[in-house]
């Protein structure tokens, strides 16, 4: 059976983020980063989030993995911009369930591309 992404792109897992957490492919833009990135937190992929951080994510990557209990709900990407060939954002909502209440997540993140990938560097809260 195939699976609809958890990244809610409307495709199905083995065509959108399986190919990335899988590590078969690298993302080749921020937003198919970002959207790897929330389907690993999904699945509780933590080696992929530490190895696709860097710089100050990467430093506060034990505070991502004490979202452990968070119940991911959906994901809704609103703008994306490439800054140039090696820095882009990424904004977006996230809805998750944690301790039987309803959260929402407004964030802008940032990415670099470094080597041969692009990595998520740090985040800013909107709204
Ligand atoms: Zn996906």
């Not at 492919?25 to 080696?47: C, G, H, I, N």
Request: with cysteine; net charge positive; aromatic share 14%.
């Amino acid at each position: 059976m195939n699976q609809s992404c958890p990244c809610h792109s409307g495709h199905v897992f083995e065509e959108c983020c399986q190919i990335y957490c899988s590590r078969i492919q690298m993302p080749s833009t921020p937003e198919a980063l970002m959207r790897s990135r929330y389907t690993a937190f999904v699945l509780k992929d933590w080696s992929y989030i530490k190895s696709t951080s860097m710089g100050k994510a990467l430093k506060q990557f034990k505070r991502s993995k004490s979202l452990e209990s968070i119940e991911w709900l959906g994901l809704e990407v609103i703008k994306t911009r490439q800054k140039n060939a090696v820095e882009g954002w990424v904004e977006f909502i996230a809805h998750y369930q944690l301790n039987d209440k309803e959260y929402t997540l407004h964030e802008r993140s940032y990415f670099k591309y470094h080597i041969d990938r692009w990595y998520y560097t740090h985040g800013r809260q909107l709204s």
